[in-house]
């Protein structure tokens, strides 16, 4: 392992063409190192970690937030909660705000909202918020009076 260098921290700036072909090339790299520090026969558990501390810690929490969907259960103020606490480390700059908007519209459980949020022009998060809830909003009191219609029955 004293012969063998770890890979530089992966960089994923440009754009994705750009990051494409960087982590094609660190990937080869980080391979190359895996072989030659022998960490290769070790336990894929030592190799997964080994490729978190490796790949930089903007990479992994990057990958965490685009990784998280909104879950059966979870209202829209709880996962958006989850995507800002998630996006403090990634270092979006100003991209942050539109990103989250994205992945809002992206990760969503209901497809009709989807739907609805992607046809919206020029959408912006705080509109994407209001889309969601309003939705949500709708949707319990729908299903208030379906079950007051029940009772009446």
């Given amino acids: 392992m004293e012969y063998a260098r770890p890979p530089a921290e992966l960089s994923l700036k440009g754009g994705p063409a750009v990051r494409a072909e960087a982590w094609r090339q660190w990937r080869r790299l980080f391979e190359v190192f895996l072989k030659v520090s022998g960490v290769s026969k070790k336990p894929k558990e030592i190799q997964a970690s080994l490729l978190v501390n490796l790949i930089g810690s903007a990479t992994v929490t990057r990958f965490k937030f685009f990784s998280r969907n909104q879950e059966n259960g979870e209202n829209i103020d709880q996962y958006v909660t989850a995507l800002r606490v998630l ?25 009709t909202v989807r739907d609805r949020l992607l046809r919206t022009d020029d959408l912006r998060l705080s509109k994407a918020i209001q889309i969601c809830q309003a939705a949500e909003i709708s949707k319990e009191e729908i299903l ?8 009446s029955r």
């Fill in 144 to 151: 208030c009076i379906d079950g007051n219609e029940a009772e």
């Fill in 87 to 111: 996006s403090r480390k990634c270092d979006f700059g100003d991209l942050h705000e539109s990103l989250l908007r994205d992945k809002i519209v992206c990760g969503i459980v209901n497809n």
